[in-house]
């Protein structure tokens, strides 16, 4: 049996280093769990041994200006089109042409922009509580519920003012941003500090708000103009305090092939309300998919 518990490498790819958590057989089909904010690999801790377990060949990396990865300065450094060329790059260091992503949040963010450029190398999606990110900004625009969700990133758009205040009282913002996690144990205290060990690398609280300023000053085509053509899951915890349930379907139409999978009281942290569901759902979907 391949080993599945993780072993750790930094890896070159588009011009950065990125630390990346690896298990399962090396010639497994690939698949990348992509993480997002403000998490990094450790937040599919309970996902990587399952995926392996099943022959998957499992990369979870710390994406760019999260934890142990590079750090570039500058917003540009976190266009979508760079975030999505680390994860070309990283298909090409391990020689696989084609690749699954299982991307929450911003990671799904990531995998929505790879499955639809020009790339065609990604076979499945599996997008968790990650919107498209069109689709995402067209509702902050016109629903006035995700506006009031979407509150948060209005502050983001700001130099400098964001990193003061979540650095504060140890990044106490960030962690009351778990509060709607409805696993008993995802986020104790000794994960909580292991967060923020992470957040506190320098440089990375400015990098990882650096997303969110990026893709607001990006030009995007409206959201019905996207197309989706790899087989695509989306996962959804309808108590999700950042994100309307509306937007899983929304998203799902840009696709030619897509499922929703509710959870009716997981929150946006649905991999951590739910690891044992998610865990198999991914196991499921990656291998089913990958046969047609």
Not at 87 to 98: K, N, P, Y
Not at 138 to 154: D, F, H, I, L
Request: charged share 20%; with cysteine.
């Amino acid at each position: 049996m391949a080993n599945v518990n993780p072993r750790f490498s930094r890896i070159a790819t588009n011009g950065i280093q990125l630390h990346v958590a690896e298990a399962g057989p090396p010639r497994g089909p690939l698949v990348f769990l992509l993480h997002g904010f403000p998490e990094f690999w450790f937040g599919w801790r309970k996902q990587i041994a399952p995926l392996a377990e099943r022959g998957f060949h499992v990369v979870a990396p710390d994406q760019r200006g999260y934890n142990l990865s590079d750090k570039p300065r500058g917003v540009d450094a976190y266009d979508l089109d760079r975030l999505a060329a680390d994860v070309l790059g990283l298909a090409d260091h391990f020689g696989q042409e084609t690749f699954a992503v299982a991307g929450h949040d911003w990671g799904g963010t990531i995998g929505w922009w790879l499955a639809s450029g020009p790339s065609g190398r990604l076979r499945q999606l599996v997008a968790l509580n990650a919107p498209h990110p069109a689709v995402w900004l067209e509702a902050m625009r016109t629903n006035p519920v995700q506006r009031k969700k979407s509150g948060y990133v209005r502050l983001f758009r700001m130099p400098w003012l964001p990193e003061l205040l979540i650095g504060l009282n140890r990044s106490k913002a960030l962690s009351k941003g778990f509060h709607d996690c409805t696993g008993p144990d995802a986020f104790t205290a000794s994960t909580l500090e292991q967060y923020r060990r992470a957040w506190f690398q320098p440089g990375a609280l400015t990098a990882t708000i650096n997303y969110y300023r990026a893709l607001l000053k990006k030009p995007l085509l409206p959201a019905a103009q996207y197309r989706v053509g790899c087989a695509t899951l989306v996962i959804w915890g309808k108590q999700d305090a950042y994100a309307i349930p509306e937007l899983a379907e929304t998203s799902a139409r840009l696709c030619a092939k897509s499922e929703v999978v509710y959870f009716e009281n997981a929150s946006h942290w649905v991999q951590h309300d739910e690891p044992g569901e998610v865990s198999r759902l991914l196991a499921e979907y990656f291998t089913e998919n990958g046969r047609s």
